[in-house]
DNA sequence: CATGAATGAGACTTCATTCAT
DNA sequence: TATGAATGAAGTCTCATTCAT
């Protein structure tokens, strides 16, 4: 997507014309997350949207063929947004179980940071089932690590995912409603390890690492 | 009103015309659960659940003044359900594990049983907080049970509640995706007793113990 | 409308399902003219009248036929309490400039001592042909004969009704919204008796005659 | 929104959607006016309204977000023409009782001239109290100008407007069902004029002074 | 590209009215 | 007669979507 990755090609690569466009739909985007956020159901109607995003009816069609395209673009960004923060952190890591208790619990942070960005996927979550896949992607790697290397232990792998991923969302719902408590996120990480089958000790040391600096 | 209540005759206090509102909001309810069962989503319209019932649009309104009064019903029933199977299965049991173990395993295998209803409680679950409250409250009287008992752990009633209930939901969807697996009953009730922080040997014996006879 | 004129005969020839029917009928009038009164609009829904009436929604159908038949009624009892009022003052005069100054401001005070009925009539009114012709109904005999008594002088019968109607409907509006002024009564009728062609001196008399005692 | 504006073409600043927009709602009052003339009561539905525009559904509501919106949209239509009509004839014009004659007499000559506006105007008055209050916006300069010239004399000024309106707009009715008399308007200037406390034979030569030239 | 007018499907809701009990 | 369930017409309103400018 983009990122200004590049800031010494990118002015060339692109014409002013692709650069507003990129923006224009970076904006729509930003302003769907936060009315997400904001608590609009999964009925956010493009009407909504194009008027807090500032710009006409039509504009938003020039982006996104349909509702259900913008949907997508905005359970992507989400998505990319947490693999963002949890790439950064588990870089270095090999061991499948701590790759998994990081993510979750970078997760959780992240969420407790930026209410708003948890909110958003939290709700969206629900209604998007294409999100939810993506989030699985994210897992799946580590939890078959963690396997092979004798420490999960699951009777499917899909049963597994799903567990990880409803439970670890469920768990940042509640913190939104309730009001944060100390050490929510490794508390999640423990639980989700243990449901995988990693040792009691070795679960609660595990949700317990220092995180690892930022990769 | 039944005014002249006619006591020679308990069961007739009901007019003719009582006994036919109850049966259509029976109609109606399973209608709207069937619909869900097949996929609708949230976006149920009262519209089309005349239409599916097979009743005029007017009479739907004559039950249920708004959608939502209608969610409530269905999610009502939906829980009313899974109670009645989940009694019949833990009446004799004092451990707080055990009743939680039996409790999950026979939803799921009402699931299992019941795809059309297993499939409607996932869809109506997503969005509908109210069924999700409704869930939690069969969950927390064993929870505390087993916490009292010294077989849980956890670091917040609410977290545990929320993994539980998303938990098992999530697994009863993934049961519904992938069509049967042996014994998921069982593998999810194990996955949750660890989450919970039993032990693993009892973990696995307490999810694996034949289930009670009803009644 | 028989409202109980002979006390000694009606209990004999009503059975008492008639007198029931005969309340409930009255009943139900009353409620709509209260209703009325409370600023419901022309729109008067017969379920809102049931409710309000404390009778079943079928209930209303036994007795207007119509939506129609239950606003002809309204009218009809309004213009019948507004006669009964102007009757018992006017029975004695022949001056038809008199009896229309009577007519008028008993109309005025009525409305001011209740301003439930004068509110609901104001607002049929508005929508009722019938009413108006109900009320110019009385108001014409004594614009005739004020005519050959040689006090009034108008170019047309109908537009001097048509005067003498809306200004006094519209002078019991305006009375209602701004709170009373003294002598109101006689201010209205005098406006209508100066319109009507009668000399100022003798307009200002007629309409501040002391009123009538109740015949 | 025109932001290129082209200044050799001041008239074109508009763009040729705002032009189109302009017609269509002009297009949607016209015809809500033709409807109400044609006898349409304040039930006049938006979607009557689509239908006899030949618009879809949708666009009414691009215009008027609700029924009241649009009824005031045709008060203010009606009014409009109205008050250009009065205006022209009453400019040179300082006595009170002359204006307010004029401007009574222009009102009813232009009912009985397009018989359709004086038909809506007499029926949108009856539902609308914000055409009311405009129409008694128009009177109340030249009342209080009569009164302080010493010609009027009357107890209230809101009850003086709300006769001159009541009472034209009833004649107004009158003369539309009955078809024609002749001077009309002199006859009902006068008897509002006489109302108002002007001397009969002032009242009488006011009513029929030669109408103003226009403009 | 941006704009916003127009469209039509469809949801929600209220009611008058009918009819069986 | 009283009741109230059922009906369907009609109205209000919101939106996704298309299209001409």
Redesign the pocket.
Known sequence: MARRADPSKAGEQLTR??K??AR?RQQLVETAVRLFAEGVGQ??????LAEAAG?????V??YF???EEMMEAVGLALAEQFSHEVISFSAGLVSGAERLAVGVRSFVRKAQAEPAWGSALVRVVRYDEGLRSALAGYVRADLRAGAEQGDFRYASEELALAMVVAGTTAAVATLLEEYAVEHHDSAVAEMLLLALGLPPDRARATARLPMPTRG
């Open positions: 014309g692709h507003k466009k224009t009925e956010l109607s493009l009407t909504r710009t006409s009816h039509g504009t069609y020039n063929r349909t509702r």
